[in-house]
């Protein structure tokens, strides 16, 4: 019995410059499904099929989405058809929000599989009472793990949510060149 949370599965394939979050396919069953079982695949034929599927869904070497949709099924058949690992899936969650306190939040974003830990949330979040210069307090389940590395990623939930504030471009106003410079 092995337990992978989905945040530990995706950290390492989550984008985080430029505000980006990642490629466009993060988010789907397939992907989680590749990255769960593409590694304990032994039948060669289906381990050849399920690596053309990925390699055609990631670079969009598809007719439309009906093309796609059946590279998806035909992916997550070949990973699964050995049986090697059998998945059971389960959320677990707890995040805590109320409007009802007058010094709180009044705007709020949270993501489907991330929840308030998303780099959307440090964007949005709009604070009741006093929305410029109030104070925004943030807690995250356990204690920072990870070393922060600008470089290399911010890989634990409390650097990931560090990452999302200080990599935010829209956090840094962009300075304007002297009249004459070039710009980039």
């Known amino acids: 019995m092995e337990e992978v949370s989905l945040d530990d599965l995706l950290a390492a394939h989550r984008g985080g410059l430029n505000g980006s979050l990642g490629p ?5 069953g397939w ?3 590749w990255l769960l079982h593409a590694q304990s695949l032994t039948d060669s034929g289906a381990k050849q099929t399920a690596a053309e599927s990925y390699r055609r ?12 949709v059946a590279l998806e099924r035909r992916l997550v058949r070949a990973l699964v058809a050995g049986c090697e ?17 007058s010094q709180g939040i009044e705007n709020i974003v949270s993501d489907s599989q991330t929840g308030f830990n998303t780099p959307a949330f440090i964007r949005t979040v709009k604070l009741k009472d006093f929305p410029w210069n109030g104070w925004l307090r943030l807690g995250i389940a356990g204690r920072p793990a990870a070393a922060w590395n600008p470089v290399g990623g911010f890989s634990d ?5 560090l990452w999302a504030a200080l990599g935010d471009p829209a956090a840094f106003p962009r300075r304007t060149p002297p009249t004459g410079c070039p710009t980039a």
């Open 24 to 28: 466009g396919w993060v988010k789907q």
């Open 157 to 161: 939930p409390a650097g990931r949510l």
């Open 85 to 101: 690992r059998v998945e059971a899936g389960y959320v677990l969650r707890r995040e805590v929000f109320s409007a009802e306190f």
């Open 57 to 68: 869904l990631t670079t969009g070497a598809y007719d439309g989405p009906t093309e796609s």
């Open 31 to 33: 992907y989680h499904a």
